[in-house]
């Protein structure tokens, strides 16, 4: 909301307000991936999850004593089909 409000005020050049907007349409994708990850990963596991997106790399971070090879490669094989990341800038965290 805040950077929708800088991008009304005069104050700016078309550039800057162009480059504002590409900057908000890359968050709102952004965040975007993850809730529907986070979502994919929940229904297709059983187990809820945070998943943090930056750039080309990702974090899973999973509940406590919830981690084994299997589930490891569903989250892969979710993350690498629903996002441009690939499973060497993946990090999948359990929980202490």
């Given at each position: 909301?805040?950077?929708k409000n800088i991008l009304n005020k005069d104050a700016l050049d078309s550039s800057e307000k162009s480059k504002i907007s590409v900057m908000l349409s890359?968050?709102?994708?952004?965040?975007?991936?993850?809730?529907?990850?986070?979502n994919l990963i929940s229904a297709k596991?059983?187990?809820e999850c945070l998943v943090i997106i930056n750039d080309e790399n990702c974090q899973v971070i999973?509940?406590?004593?919830s981690l084994d090879d299997a589930l490891?490669?569903?989250?892969t094989e979710i993350i690498?089909?629903?996002?441009?990341?690939?499973?060497e800038n993946l990090t999948i965290i359990e929980l202490k």
């Open positions: 909301e805040e950077i890359d968050y709102q994708d952004n965040m975007k991936a993850q809730t529907d990850v986070e596991t059983g187990n999973l509940e406590k004593n490891i490669l569903q989250i690498e089909k629903n996002t441009d990341i690939f499973s």
